[in-house]
């Protein structure tokens, strides 16, 4: 079964980081887009970030632009999210998700085929 594990998640003060990072069981995640996306309790699921298949270009949500990095290891099959200058409004649970796609990547969640199951990151003092 094709699954995608996030972890990394965490409480940590405003103003500190987290590395979140999600691994692939039994595909590459180097064939795929990979979506970051973020659900706080009572709102939507919303797209934060994503990394292409080809060339490794990025994307990013607004509200984490500066503050946040995706970026993919092949070799570990592993994406990671570097967030950094984290604030109570990032406190959610996170996911990741694959695309197979050669495109630029999006982070409208419908095109998205495979999910993890999240990792929680509360951000509070």
């Known amino acids: 079964q094709w699954q995608l594990v996030e972890s990394g998640g965490g409480l940590v003060q405003p103003g500190g980081s987290l590395r979140l990072s999600c691994a692939a069981s039994?595909?590459?995640?180097?064939?795929?887009?990979i979506g970051w996306f973020r659900q706080a309790p009572g709102k939507e699921r919303e797209g934060v970030s994503c990394i292409s298949r080809i060339e490794s270009n990025t994307n990013y949500a607004d509200s984490v632009k500066g503050r946040f990095t995706v970026s993919r290891d092949n070799a570990e099959n592993t994406v990671y999210l570097q967030m950094n200058s984290l604030k109570p409004d990032d406190t959610a649970t996170y996911y990741c998700?694959?695309?197979?796609?050669?495109?630029?990547?999006?982070?409208?969640?419908?095109?998205?085929?495979?999910w993890g199951k999240g990792t929680q990151v509360t951000v509070s003092s």
């Open positions: 039994q595909f590459n995640l180097d064939n795929y887009a």
């Open positions: 998700a694959a695309d197979f796609t050669f495109k630029q990547c999006v982070l409208h969640q419908y095109e998205y085929d495979i």
